[in-house]
């Protein structure tokens, strides 16, 4: 069963930086194409960063582009996202995914996406 596990949330101020961290099982973090997801009170859930290793590709948001950075350790099977000069509106549950649909201009869920229990950021002004 595929499984992924998140960790990094915290809270911090604005201008600050953060790390997430999903770690999953060696054959999904290989094959599966995963992302960042994150959803704030009272809004829909919306993809944060993605990438895949197989015909590779890498979407970010417009609004954490310059300011986000999504990364993979093969050693660890760990995706990562690192979240720098973070704004109060960058505030919500974060969700590591896989399974997602991929291109540069989209990333999106699926109905077979495997989804992580989610940590929470906030930021304060």
Known sequence: QVQVMESGGDSVQAGGS????????AETFDEYSM???????????EAVS????I???????????GRFTISRDHATHTLYLQMNSLKPEDTAM????????????L?????????GQGTQVTVSS
Not at 55 to 65: E, H, M, R
């Open 18 to 25: 953060l790390r997430l961290s999903c770690t999953t099982s």
């Open 35 to 45: 992302g960042w997801f994150r959803q704030a009170p009272g809004k829909e859930r």
């Open 94 to 105: 974060y969700y590591c995914a896989a399974g997602v649909l991929l291109n540069v201009s």
């Open 107 to 115: 990333c999106a869920s699926r109905k077979d996406t495997i989804w």
């Open 55 to 65: 015909l590779p590709a890498t979407y970010y948001a417009s609004s954490v582009k």
């Open 50 to 53: 993605c990438t895949r290793l």
